[in-house]
């Protein structure tokens, strides 16, 4: 689940690269690279001639890879061997394709990471994936079941073989070979040299790229939990002394104190203190600040940890341009992206829990005093509609719940002849990520429409200005009758969040 960010004309990358640059060259900007960056990659590259020419027996550079490290290379075999790298890590075990937007940010990723200058390729390499991005050019990318998070070796490789003249990509809505699209897009592929191979798949680049469309989405997806919950607890008449000052103050916790801000913000105006029903509502509504300001603490967690590894430097082995040698490293593991991903989605299906909790009250008439399913006796059919979406709801929390399992507690298989015998599982739980914010998107978009039908009850609600902008969205969102399926198709969280912050 990702969602877009407005691109603009030109970003320029040197070394430190924020997530919301990456966005934005996911969406379709321009990249350029600053000369620094080209010239530390080029200071690398000059390290790792020096050492192939001391005839410095080096992991990856004139040995084999994994198991294989046992067998020496000669001069004669690098051209071949750096080829095959590619050719031989390209696995493909899923026929479902990355989308456009996710080819985009593996893509920056890498160049990301290219530029830190621990990698050791020509410029020339970062130059083309620049290139590629700039004139369009989008290998396929078929990612799913086929890394375990030590590199995302075989996702980068589908990306590299285009970049050799293999593989498919996606031109100008037209699917063509690789090296047809290049010579299409007036690009060249290119010859890889000594440890340019592994120098291009030895990353993260897949796991961080997607990691951080996710963690933008997420954001929206937060925010849109707020302006639910400030929409039912309107349609509830609940009490609002949950939002008191002096409940925050009491637990000085920065994620409560932001989430606090923003509930009151979209309250402001509102004549709910004057509605409240109850001495103290249920737990769903009661708690909304705490639990949603823990998840905000979690997305902050979650986007640190996205950006250092956005910055890192991956590559085995590691080029030390000081000391001018290759260091064996083991900064491409990927379980700080594990344990991230993996709190983050549990903290989604917190997120979706109180939500289908605050829907259930807001339809059990003895909870909300409006009638049962929000529907008049005469209007059957809007009662079982929405019946049916609680109902959907309640499925919704239990795939959230499978899914909120964590991929770091996965038992990881000796391969390699047991060389490789640790793997963090991140991949697997960057893609669970984005199903568990595809899952939240829908939860977000039926509280919204239950608290709306909720509202229409409501004939003495006042409610506040920035809730009155979403009310009015609503409206234009919601079919006359009701059909479920194409409210949610029209339904656009970037939408909501940025007519709540208009008023």
């Given at each position: 689940?990702?969602?877009?960010?407005?691109?603009?004309?030109?970003?320029?990358?040197?070394?430190?690269?924020?997530?919301?640059?990456?966005?934005?060259?996911?969406?379709?900007?321009e990249?350029r690279?600053?000369?620094?960056?080209?010239?530390?990659?080029?200071?690398?590259?000059?390290v790792?001639?020096d050492v192939?020419?001391?005839?410095?027996?080096?992991?990856?550079?004139?040995?084999?890879?994994g198991?294989l490290?046992?067998?020496?290379?000669?001069?004669?075999?690098?051209?071949?061997?750096?080829?095959?790298?590619?050719?031989?890590?390209?696995?493909?075990?899923?026929?479902?394709e990355?989308?456009?937007?996710?080819?985009?940010?593996?893509?920056a990723?890498?160049?990301?990471?290219?530029v830190?200058?621990?990698?050791?390729?020509?410029?020339?390499l970062?130059?083309?994936?620049?290139?590629?991005?700039?004139?369009?050019v989008?290998?396929?990318?078929?990612p799913?079941?086929?890394?375990?998070?030590?590199?995302?070796l075989a996702?980068?490789?589908?990306?590299?073989?285009?970049?050799i003249?293999?593989?498919?990509?996606?031109?100008?809505?037209?699917?063509?070979?690789?090296?047809l699209?290049?010579?299409?897009a007036?690009?060249?592929?290119l010859?890889l040299?000594?440890k340019?191979g592994l120098?291009?798949?030895s990353?993260?680049?897949y796991s961080?790229?997607?990691?951080?469309?996710?963690m933008?989405?997420?954001q929206?997806?937060?925010?849109?939990?707020d302006i639910?919950a400030?929409?039912?607890?309107?349609?509830?008449d609940?009490?609002?002394?949950?939002?008191?000052?002096v409940v925050?103050?009491?637990?000085?916790?920065?994620?409560q104190?932001?989430?606090?801000?923003h509930?009151?913000?979209?309250?402001?105006?509102?004549?709910?203190?004057?509605?409240a029903?109850?001495?103290q509502?249920?737990?769903?509504?009661?708690?909304?600040?705490?639990?949603?300001?823990?998840?905000?603490?979690?997305?902050h967690?979650?986007?640190s940890?996205?950006?250092?590894?956005?910055?890192?430097?991956?590559?085995?082995?590691?080029?030390?341009?000081?000391?001018?040698r290759?260091?064996?490293?083991?900064?491409?593991d990927?379980?700080?992206?594990?344990l991230?991903?993996?709190?983050?989605?549990?903290?989604?299906?917190?997120?979706?829990?109180?939500?289908?909790?605050?829907?259930?009250?807001?339809?059990?008439?003895?909870?909300?005093?409006?009638?049962?399913?929000?529907?008049?006796?005469?209007?059957?059919?809007?009662g079982?509609?929405l019946?049916?979406?609680s109902?959907s709801?309640?499925?919704?929390?239990?795939?959230?719940?499978?899914?909120?399992?964590?991929?770091?507690?996965?038992?990881?298989?000796?391969?390699?002849?047991?060389?490789?015998d640790?793997?963090?599982?991140?991949?697997n739980?960057?893609?669970?990520?984005?199903e568990?914010?595809?899952?939240?998107?829908?939860?977000?978009a039926?509280?919204?429409?239950?608290?709306h039908?909720?509202?229409?009850?409501?004939?003495?609600?006042?409610?506040?200005?920035s809730?009155?902008?979403?009310?009015?969205?609503?409206q234009?969102?919601?079919p006359?009758?009701?059909?479920?399926?194409?409210?949610i198709?029209?339904?656009?969280l970037?939408?909501l969040?940025k007519?709540?912050a208009?008023?």
């Amino acid at each position: 689940m990702v969602s877009a960010t407005p691109a603009p004309e030109t970003v320029i990358w040197n070394q430190a690269i924020t997530l919301q640059d990456l966005c934005r060259v996911a969406s379709g900007a321009e990249l350029r690279l600053a000369p620094e960056a080209l010239e530390r990659i080029a200071a690398a590259r000059e390290v790792v001639e020096d050492v192939l020419h001391a005839g410095t027996v080096v992991y990856g550079l004139n040995t084999g890879l994994g198991s294989l490290k046992k067998y020496a290379l000669n001069e004669e075999q690098l051209l071949e061997f750096n080829a095959q790298v590619i050719t031989s890590h390209a696995v493909s075990l899923s026929q479902q394709e990355l989308g456009l937007r996710g080819v985009r940010a593996v893509m920056a990723a890498r160049v990301a990471g290219l530029v830190q200058g621990g990698s050791g390729v020509r410029p020339a390499l970062a130059e083309l994936l620049v290139g590629m991005l700039n004139a369009g050019v989008h290998p396929v990318v078929r990612p799913n079941h086929t890394s375990l998070g030590e590199s995302d070796l075989a996702p980068i490789a589908q990306i590299a073989l285009v970049m050799i003249g293999l593989g498919e990509a996606d031109y100008r809505d037209e699917r063509l070979p690789g090296a047809l699209a290049l010579a299409k897009a007036g690009l060249h592929p290119l010859t890889l040299q000594a440890k340019e191979g592994l120098g291009l798949v030895s990353a993260q680049a897949y796991s961080v790229g997607m990691a951080a469309l996710h963690m933008e989405c997420a954001q929206e997806i937060l925010d849109a939990f707020d302006i639910a919950a400030a929409y039912s607890l309107e349609g509830f008449d609940g009490n609002p002394s949950i939002l008191e000052p002096v409940v925050t103050r009491g637990r000085p916790l920065p994620g409560q104190a932001r989430r606090a801000d923003h509930l009151r913000a979209l309250l402001e105006g509102s004549n709910l203190p004057t509605r409240a029903r109850n001495l103290q509502d249920p737990l769903s509504f009661r708690c909304m600040v705490q639990v949603h300001g823990a998840c905000d603490e979690v997305l902050h967690f979650a986007r640190s940890q996205v950006q250092s590894l956005l910055n890192a430097q991956t590559d085995n082995p590691a080029v030390d341009v000081q000391e001018r040698r290759l260091i064996v490293s083991g900064n491409f593991d990927g379980t700080a992206l594990a344990l991230a991903t993996d709190t983050l989605r549990l903290s989604l299906h917190r997120l979706i829990v109180m939500s289908v909790q605050r829907v259930s009250k807001l339809v059990w008439s003895e909870f909300s005093g409006l009638p049962t399913a929000l529907a008049a006796p005469r209007d059957a059919e809007l009662g079982m509609t929405l019946n049916n979406a609680s109902r959907s709801m309640a499925s919704t929390a239990a795939r959230a719940h499978v899914l909120a399992q964590p991929c770091s507690l996965s038992i990881t298989p000796n391969t390699t002849e047991g060389t490789d015998d640790y793997c963090s599982m991140a991949p697997n739980g960057v893609e669970m990520l984005g199903e568990q914010l595809a899952l939240a998107r829908t939860v977000v978009a039926l509280e919204l429409l239950f608290a709306h039908h909720a509202l229409s009850w409501r004939t003495e609600a006042q409610i506040s200005p920035s809730l009155a902008q979403v009310q009015r969205q609503m409206q234009a969102w919601l079919p006359a009758p009701l059909r479920v399926n194409e409210y949610i198709g029209r339904f656009s969280l970037e939408q909501l969040v940025k007519v709540a912050a208009e008023a």
